[in-house]
């Protein structure tokens, strides 16, 4: 099994643990049509040229403010690539744009690391995640979806998704067990209002607030996938929802990201966060004794098994009175859910 974090690294306890040197140019200006108090935060991963286009429709929308943040494939933003982006020219002709962009050497940037940035750069209640190729000549957004966040009161509210082919894509998602294992089960049975597990390709409208409470995203996690169930098993485990507004709808442009679910040391993180720990008597915490059901689930040394253990263990008891149910009862009790709905009719999407 591939070590990708080193086993010291401790699990961040609060939001944005992580310093991450990086470059800030425009953002001088506030947009002179604000309609709603949302921050778009776009994603650059297709390595495209800039658009000016792109910028053109997200600023009609009337964001407070677009912050678009440069991905650093490979550990290294390229100089050379982004003069020939003209990023400075970009950002005086679109002053109320914020760029981001990690540093020359800086150590890898994930796709988690860059939302984290955006929402510690952002100053609204909410915030719009997306990717540069959803940013197409269709995009528009609901006003009314604002007012639909706060009636819900929903960590995150997930769109529609659609790919360049005009198929949409299954942005339902529900945790089963079978066999005592924990599985994701996608569907294309939906309707908006419906609970979701997580926000397909992390795109969605983000509470900023219970985002920064739930302490972002973990770091030491580098697996975009196990970044994404780790943050959003957290979120329901402490009592926080996610569900679907399909009138909110983003439509690829290129080809769907693929997502890798390798189970590497990303999973084993995930793992001892979400699935192993208990909820009794109002708290959580991890047994010591399920240190051998662990160190029987993976291929690391016994004292890189410990040292994982043993962390999660910390973590686990600091945030104890944050967990709300364990995994075995929140995806019993989501079954059953389901299972009623399915009797009643309920769930066909529209």
Same mark, same amino acid.
């Given at each position: 099994?591939?070590?990708?974090?080193?086993?010291?690294?401790?699990?961040?306890?609060?939001?944005?643990?992580?310093?991450?040197?990086?470059?800030?140019?425009?953002?001088?200006?506030?947009?002179?049509?604000?309609?709603?108090?949302?921050?778009?935060?776009?994603?650059?991963?297709?390595?495209?040229?800039?658009?000016?286009?792109?910028?053109?429709?997200?600023?009609?929308? /009337?964001?407070?403010?677009?912050?678009?943040?440069?991905?650093?494939?490979?550990?290294?933003?390229?100089?050379?690539?982004?003069?020939?982006?003209?990023?400075?020219?970009?950002?005086?002709?679109?002053?109320?744009?914020?760029?981001?962009?990690?540093?020359?050497?800086?150590?890898?940037?994930?796709?988690?690391?860059?939302?984290?940035?955006?929402?510690?750069?952002?100053?609204?209640?909410?915030?719009?995640?997306?990717?540069?190729?959803?940013?197409?000549?269709?995009?528009?957004?609901?006003?009314?979806?604002?007012?639909?966040?706060? !009636?819900?009161?929903?960590?995150?509210?997930?769109?529609?998704?659609?790919?360049?082919?005009?198929?949409?894509?299954?942005?339902?998602?529900?945790?089963?067990?079978?066999?005592?294992?924990?599985?994701?089960?996608?569907?294309?049975?939906?309707?908006?209002?419906?609970?979701?597990?997580?926000?397909?390709?992390?795109?969605?409208?983000?509470?900023?607030?219970?985002?920064?409470?739930? /302490?972002?995203?973990?770091?030491?996690?580098?697996?975009?996938?196990?970044?994404?169930?780790?943050?959003?098993?957290?979120?329901?485990?402490? /009592?926080?929802?996610?569900?679907?507004?399909?009138?909110?709808?983003?439509?690829?442009?290129?080809?769907?990201?693929?997502?890798?679910?390798?189970?590497?040391?990303?999973?084993?993180?995930?793992?001892?966060?979400?699935?192993?720990?208990?909820?009794?008597?109002?708290?959580?915490?991890?047994?010591?004794?399920?240190?051998?059901?662990?160190?029987?689930?993976?291929?690391? /040394?016994?004292?890189?098994?410990?040292?994982?253990?043993?962390?999660?263990?910390?973590?686990?008891?600091?945030?104890?009175?944050?967990?709300?149910?364990?995994?075995?009862?929140?995806?019993?009790?989501?079954? !059953?859910?389901?299972?009623?709905?399915?009797?009643?009719?309920?769930?066909?999407?529209?």
């Amino acid at each position: 099994m591939k070590n990708v974090v080193p086993a010291m690294n401790t699990i961040p306890t609060t939001f944005n643990q992580r310093i991450i040197e990086r470059t800030v140019l425009g953002g001088v200006e506030a947009d002179s049509k604000i309609l709603m108090p949302v921050t778009c935060l776009v994603l650059n991963r297709s390595g495209n040229s800039y658009r000016n286009f792109i910028f053109d429709r997200l600023i009609y929308q /009337g964001f407070e403010k677009v912050i678009w943040i440069e991905s650093n494939i490979g550990g290294k933003t390229s100089s050379t690539q982004l003069k020939g982006r003209h990023l400075d020219e970009l950002s005086t002709q679109y002053p109320t744009v914020k760029f981001l962009v990690p540093n020359d050497g800086s150590d890898y940037v994930s796709i988690g690391d860059m939302i984290n940035l955006g929402m510690q750069e952002a100053t609204t209640p909410y915030v719009l995640v997306l990717f540069d190729d959803m940013c197409s000549d269709t995009f528009q957004i609901p006003i009314t979806i604002v007012s639909r966040m706060v !009636e819900s009161k929903a960590f995150c509210i997930c769109p529609k998704l659609i790919t360049s082919t005009q198929q949409v894509l299954p942005v339902k998602f529900s945790p089963q067990e079978k066999k005592s294992v924990f599985e994701i089960e996608p569907t294309l049975a939906m309707s908006s209002g419906n609970k979701t597990f997580y926000a397909a390709d992390w795109v969605g409208l983000y509470d900023r607030d219970k985002f920064m409470q739930l /302490g972002g995203i973990d770091y030491t996690i580098t697996t975009d996938y196990w970044q994404r169930m780790d943050l959003f098993f957290r979120s329901w485990l402490w /009592g926080e929802k996610t569900i679907l507004d399909l009138s909110l709808s983003f439509t690829y442009s290129g080809e769907v990201h693929v997502e890798n679910r390798t189970r590497n040391m990303s999973y084993l993180r995930f793992y001892l966060k979400n699935l192993l720990p208990i909820y009794r008597n109002e708290e959580a915490q991890i047994p010591l004794a399920y240190f051998f059901t662990f160190k029987h689930k993976n291929l690391c /040394g016994l004292k890189e098994s410990y040292i994982l253990f043993k962390n999660a263990r910390e973590w686990v008891e600091m945030n104890r009175y944050r967990f709300k149910t364990d995994a075995m009862d929140f995806v019993k009790k989501w079954q !059953e859910e389901e299972a009623t709905t399915q009797i009643r009719g309920d769930g066909n999407g529209r």
